[in-house]
């Protein structure tokens, strides 16, 4: 089954200034050395989509997370998961291993012929990263077309095209979330605080990232857009991932 991998791309947002020396690590080889500084690197993408490249960022837009508490319509098995549509966000609250926390958003803000612009804005206090890339779905996986991320107070950066083979191996499991397949596992019922799921599904991955495998749990919900995600917690006591809030609509552009 295809996990969701979000903590990862926020690795990479928090890592963002570390992108440079990434690209030219990878520019040298094509080693494994490339792609473990690729996965230190923020990304977006390396060209402007025309609908909303100059708007604010979808954190700011104008939907405001559900009301804590709000009950959803229980979730049937094999249920399809909420096709992609522009304007989708959804956002989760993080807390790491250490016990720091922060804010994630995700959200498709264009998109062009096969192919969808997504971004994610990471917030941790008073400090806002943004990535930005272009994605293919290709079957049961998602092709990176464009990558690029602008970390605050710095230039927006892009990724050279020769250079993304290194950083899909990277991404492959997280960009999977972004198209969901029906709905299965065992059902469970989880209250978030974007409120309670009854029946979401719960499945157990085994994730591989920097050499090192995560077992982790994960549920899911068709009411939730994007990814389908209500909560994700590393069994090892690492990351959780809980559902803040969502919209099918209001997404803006953080480019």
Excluded at 135 to 144: C, I, K, T
Excluded at 187 to 204: I, K, N, W, Y
Excluded at 236 to 255: C, I, K, P, Q
Aim: net charge negative.
């Amino acid at each position: 089954m295809r996990a969701p991998l979000p903590w990862i791309l926020m690795l990479l947002v928090a890592c963002s200034g570390e992108s440079e020396s990434a690209q030219e690590s990878a520019s040298e080889s094509e080693s494994e050395s490339a792609s473990a500084s690729a996965s230190e690197s923020a990304s977006e993408s390396a060209s402007e989509s025309e609908s909303a490249s100059e708007s604010e960022s979808a954190s700011e837009s104008e939907s405001e997370p559900e009301e804590p508490g709000r009950l959803f319509d229980p979730a049937e098995d094999g249920a399809e998961m909420i096709a992609p549509a522009i304007g989708q966000w959804v956002r989760y609250g993080v807390t790491w291993r250490e016990g720091a926390r922060s804010t994630t958003e995700y959200r498709f803000v264009d998109r062009q012929n096969d192919t969808w612009w997504f971004e994610v804005t990471d917030r941790r206090g008073n400090r806002q990263n943004h990535v930005r890339m272009q994605v293919r779905p290709n079957g049961d996986d998602v092709e990176l077309l464009a990558l690029s991320f602008h970390r605050q107070g710095q230039p927006r950066e892009d990724v050279q095209e020769r250079l993304l083979p290194n950083y899909q191996p990277v991404l492959a499991q997280w960009l999977q979330m972004l198209f969901p397949g029906p709905l299965s596992g065992e059902p469970e019922e989880v209250t978030v605080r974007a409120g309670t799921f009854p029946d979401a599904r719960r499945s157990e991955t085994t994730l591989e990232f920097a050499g090192q495998q995560i077992e982790a749990d994960v549920w899911h919900h068709p009411a939730v857009p994007v990814t389908g995600m209500v909560k994700f917690r590393d069994k090892a006591g690492g990351h959780t991932v809980e559902l803040l809030g969502f919209g099918l609509e209001g997404a803006r552009s953080a480019f």
